[in-house]
């Protein structure tokens, strides 16, 4: 196994040679690599086609095609991690890919026991370091430094891996060289410190950094995501009255009957975009709010930055009733919610609003991962504007967790922890749809306008 931080030439300095090499020097070869997709390693098989069309004296006992060569009795071909069918394969040289976005080692496996039909193949993983201990690569990297560290022996495994000590600090630069073997010809200085300078300011980048970077593997990515000074800074001079007969879009996320939910509305103005929130928790809940979450919900409930109402349960009237005072000072263009327990002050707010569009939200990790980092963005650029004090305790409770590919959403600790984030997720959702539409000439037709088109 070779473990090493990403861009250190790992494809062109290992992957292509290697198999080259195998291709030319063994009888009856059968060269494979591997890649996560198939779209990447078709990717990979074009530069490598490429590579020897240009390098090579090409004849008419080559048969070269966009899946795979073939010389006589040798071939190259390619997988994705996730093709099937891979056991009657007698390879003489495997090479995967980038392993720690594998979700699992069967292709792994099944072409280490079909290389027993070899006398001497060779199976290499090339990877960096990853953000998920808990797939087949970080075991893997496990018994790599059991074998450097002479707790387990096998003669046949054969390991390098460029990465920072547990002892060092992952912000500092000079530790660089110790993941980065290309660092000066291949891999710039400059651009490792642009890196380490962007995750020390933008805490949900540092896992992706110190996995991709320094070779330090992350237990799931998390991290704490805004800073709260970073968010302090962020201070609104504007009353909401001033943006009176001015569009605006609307977040709602829903919780359980017994607990927080958030409005939150997004206007723009002069390239800023400003939020305002109305939060809401039944009134019997609050005295044990205070107690456990160390917040000041009964300063919020007097100031009314926090409805409290009546009873244990959430009594959806009262947001009917907010959301109808809003749309006669403000244009309210559209309304994201989420559909989780909707359905009833949907179908209401569909008869209450009739001009206003309501829109289904998807909050899973695809959809919502761009608009999170959207909304990072434009902190870190000072172009958002807030003055919720319970707002600022919901951004501080947020940690993310990237996935293997950097994607990521909001989320609490863990799902039984009493940290709320509601109010992030509704102002995503509000400003999302602020974004989608502002460069969208939107004009409002009722029902009886529309029928007069056709």
């Known amino acids: 196994m070779f473990e090493v931080a990403r861009k250190n030439s790992k494809t062109t300095s290992l992957l292509f040679p290697i198999i080259l090499y195998d291709f030319v020097k063994t009888k009856s070869a059968e060269s494979y690599f591997i890649q996560k997709d198939g779209q990447q390693a078709s990717k990979t098989f074009q530069e490598l086609k490429q590579i020897m069309i240009e390098s090579f004296d090409i004849n008419k006992d080559y048969f070269i095609t966009d899946s795979g060569i073939r010389y006589k009795s040798k071939f190259i071909n390619f997988f994705s991690s996730e093709t099937r069918g891979t056991d009657s394969y007698k390879n003489s040289m495997s090479v995967f890919d980038e392993y720690h976005h594998y979700e699992n080692d069967k292709i792994v496996t099944a072409f280490k026991y079909g290389g ?91 896992a992706d950094f110190k996995s991709k970077t320094c070779g330090i593997w992350m237990s799931g990515g998390s991290s704490n995501w805004i800073p709260l000074p970073k968010w302090l800074e962020l201070r609104n001079t504007l009353d909401i009255n001033e943006f009176k007969g001015m569009q605006c879009y609307a977040g709602l996320d829903l919780s359980s009957v017994g607990d927080f939910t958030a409005l939150s509305l997004c206007f723009k103005k002069e390239d800023i975009y400003y ?58 263009i559209e309304i994201a919610y989420d559909k989780w ?45 807030c003055n919720n004090p319970c707002m600022a305790w919901m951004i501080g409770n947020v940690v993310i967790k990237a996935d293997v590919n950097n994607n990521y959403k909001p989320l609490k600790e863990n799902k039984s922890s009493t940290a709320r984030i509601d109010g992030v997720i509704a102002s995503l959702m509000a400003l999302n749809r602020c974004q989608v539409n502002e460069n969208t000439n939107y004009v409002k037709k009722s029902f009886d306008t529309i029928l007069q088109l056709f």
């Not at 891996?161 to 400059?190: C, M, Q």
């Not at 205070?290 to 100031?303: G, L, M, Q």
């Not at 009739?354 to 909050?363: A, E, G, K, S």
Request: aromatic share 10%.
């Open 116 to 206: 027993r039909a070899r006398i001497n193949n060779l199976n290499l993983i090339i990877t960096s370091a990853g953000t998920n201990i808990s797939g087949p690569c970080y075991a893997e990297n496990e018994k790599a430094r059991k074998i450097l560290n002479n707790m387990l022996t096998d003669e046949s495994y054969f390991t390098i891996i460029y990465a920072y000590d547990s002892d060092d600090d992952w912000k500092e630069k000079k530790n660089f060289i110790k993941a980065n073997p290309s660092l000066g010809t291949i891999v710039r200085p400059e651009i490792l410190e642009n890196d380490l300078a962007d995750a020390l300011i933008t805490p949900s980048h540092q």
């Open 275 to 332: 939020l305002y929130h109305k939060f809401y928790v039944p009134s019997e809940t609050i005295n044990e709010r205070y107690k456990h979450e160390n917040i000041n919900i009964h300063e919020w409930v007097i100031n009314g930055v926090v409805t409290a109402i009546p009873g244990d349960i959430i009594d959806y009237s009262y947001i009917e009733k907010d959301l109808i005072e809003y749309s006669k000072d403000f244009n309210i």
């Open 341 to 385: 327990n909707s359905n009833r002050l949907i179908d209401n707010l569909e008869e209450l609003l009739p001009h206003t569009l309501l829109i289904q939200y998807d909050q899973s990790l695809k959809q919502m991962s761009n608009p999170t980092k959207e909304f990072e963005r434009l902190i870190y650029d000072k172009r958002i504007r």
